[in-house]
């Protein structure tokens, strides 16, 4: 297993909140009796700087546009919870969320505005001219609440309690979307939108907020006006990567110059353990997190943030990200979390406490390939993506302790009361390390299974993928009772050991889903022998019941296929889930 990453890596500060606890219903709170009916924040349009440098590499499209324009928050937190409901029969719903105080009132967005979860929809609205005054393009941005950001003044909270991005998985089912009162968040995510086509050359962007939301969020009609320089650099095999902030991708190669923490993104795509699918498979969605695509395991850097400006001061930060002298960016990059130093003595027992709600989801991302190293030439293989997600109330805790000498690790879950104790334990099966190129760590046993039905929906063929390393790669509903907005374990640097571990902790939070992406040998489906016609791939979490659960009636998502084509030249159509197009 690998966990990829997107070609065009998020923008994403690190976040270094603590976990939140979600308050159910709370889009349906209303202000305390008495109480004064809360203000809305105010909002304003500000660029960073007054021109900025975009490179347009050989042979791209155009050019991926940061122009460091930010919108600062004052008078309190900006704050959405966007939801849908879990059979994605209707269109999800978008509300703000207005504090005050002990006091909140929920306004409800006007349609149009919210159509997935990737941000507000047109948000931005932006003219290219050039030396000579002439318009060249015009173009609209979405906007992210959860992107880069930092604080405006020195009193602003220290760190932000919101996710670091704005989910991509098409099955996302809620999130939630912040700002914190004094700071200010990039309007652009710059390798995530459409590039446009700028010729090398000098222009003025005139950025401005669109009318509707100008109205709604009752802003200034303040544009900003930023100098462009359009610019190809050299091909200096990569010495420029620091300046530029990326490169542009080998065939294969993920890009990993800006990884960024996401999450919850991020959000977070998925593990994977191919460089990326074959001609004619679709391009890996950007899934709300830190290993978009299908890339090599590699740690991942964040990017920082613009300098802000206060006042006409610039607010001062360092090349690492924090809060401390010198620098405010408002981020923080976690520690790793630990398993324990000792396996769990006594007897094992399941108290009466709350539990994780493991559920899956319907695959996605699906494609015919001719396989990957080590799958037989000439063959064909129906691959996918597929993510278990974690409903709560709990999170998921699972510790793998090793015998020494032995090859398997024996593993435990954790149970927790509501302050946070320990308060027991029980066996869940074993890890084992995988040795493979690409996967290089330990996997639970049985978290989650794979197979291909017939449109009977009989078993025909089934995944050898069963175990896997936990990681919280997608955010997919953190709207949930005590979903974490900011988990730990997001990427392999913060989870799933090395060789010589002795003992191994992995986590799946509240709200957030562990997506995989099946385009190695054993993970997808060799159809090549199979007649033309419907079938149903079937996602089943904890399928031997290992892992204690509030509910093991929702363990089970299918997604209907259609088979076409002949032996080596094999096609898939995929019809929407209800209205989740995405195949």
């Not at 620091?242 to 959000?267: E, F, I, L, V, W």
């Not at 997608?474 to 979903?483: F, K, L, M, Q, S």
């Not at 299918?558 to 995405?582: C, Q, S």
Request: a neutral charge; hydrophobic letters at 35%; one cysteine or more.
């Amino acid at each position: 297993m690998t966990r990829p990453q997107h070609s065009r890596t998020r923008r994403s500060a690190v976040a270094g909140a603590a976990a939140l606890a979600v308050v159910a219903g709370v889009a349906g709170a209303a202000p305390v009796a008495g109480a004064a009916t809360p203000t809305a924040p105010r909002l304003d349009l500000i660029a960073a700087s007054t021109s900025v440098t975009l490179n347009r590499w050989e042979g791209e499209p155009g050019v991926y546009v940061d122009l460091g324009t930010y919108v600062t928050v004052e008078g309190g937190p900006l704050e959405f919870r966007v939801k849908r409901a879990a059979d994605y029969k209707t269109p999800l719903v978008a509300q703000q969320i207005i504090h005050k105080g002990g006091t909140t009132r929920v306004k409800t967005l006007p349609e149009g505005m919210v159509k997935d979860f990737t941000g507000l929809q047109d948000f931005l609205q932006i003219t290219f001219t050039d030396a000579a005054g002439k318009k060249v393009l015009s173009t609209s941005e979405s906007f992210c609440p959860n992107n880069a950001s930092g604080r405006i003044r020195p009193d602003a909270p220290a760190t932000s309690k919101y996710p670091e991005s704005c989910p991509a998985n098409p099955f996302t089912l809620g999130s939630v979307w912040g700002v914190e009162n004094g700071w200010a968040t990039n309007t652009s995510r710059q390798y995530e939108g459409t590039p446009v086509d700028l010729a090398v050359g000098e222009y003025t962007a005139t950025v401005s907020v669109a009318k509707r939301y100008r109205e709604l969020f009752n802003m200034a009609d303040k544009p900003q006006t930023v100098k462009v320089t359009v610019r190809q650099p050299a091909d200096d095999g990569g010495a420029g990567l620091a300046r530029s902030g990326r490169k542009p991708a080998a065939s294969g190669a993920p890009d990993q110059a800006m990884a960024g923490h996401s999450m919850t993104g991020g959000s977070m795509a998925g593990h994977s353990m191919g460089a990326g699918p074959k001609a004619g498979a679709p391009a890996a969605a950007a899934h709300g997190g830190h290993h978009d695509g299908r890339g090599a395991d590699a740690p991942t850097t964040p990017e920082l943030p613009h300098v802000l400006k206060n006042g006409g001061a610039a607010v001062s930060r360092s090349a690492q990200p924090g809060d401390a002298t010198g620098r405010n960016d408002g981020s923080r990059v976690k520690p790793a979390l630990k398993a324990a130093a000792q396996r769990p003595t006594g007897r094992a027992s399941v108290p009466d406490v709350p539990k994780p709600d493991l559920r899956a989801l319907p695959a996605w991302d699906i494609a015919i390939t001719d396989g990957e190293d080590g799958d037989i030439a000439g063959k064909d293989y129906l691959a996918f993506s597929a993510n278990v997600w974690n409903a709560g109330p709990a999170p998921l805790v699972v510790d793998g302790f090793r015998t020494p000498g032995k090859d398997l690790m024996d593993a435990y879950q954790y149970y927790y009361d509501a302050s946070g104790k320990q308060v027991g334990y029980s066996p869940s099966g074993t890890m084992e390390w995988d040795a493979r190129v690409g996967h290089e760590h330990w996997h639970f046993t049985d978290f989650a299974s794979y197979r291909l039905l017939s449109a009977d929906q009989s078993e025909i063929v089934r995944s050898g993928k069963e175990a896997f390393c936990l990681a919280n790669t997608d955010a997919i509903d953190y709207t949930v009772e005590n979903a974490n907005w900011a988990p730990y374990n997001t990427d392999l640097s913060t989870a799933c050991g090395v060789e010589n571990s002795i003992s191994v902790r992995e986590v799946l939070d509240v709200g957030s889903g562990d997506t995989y992406t099946q385009y190695r040998p054993g993970q997808s489906f060799d159809v090549t022998d199979l007649p033309n016609g419907t079938y149903y791939i079937q996602v089943i979490a904890n399928p031997e019941h290992r892992l204690h659960e509030t509910d093991l009636s929702n363990n089970v998502a299918l997604r209907k296929v259609v088979l076409k084509g002949k032996p080596g030249a094999r096609t898939v159509t995929v019809p929407p889930h209800h209205l989740i197009t995405a195949p």
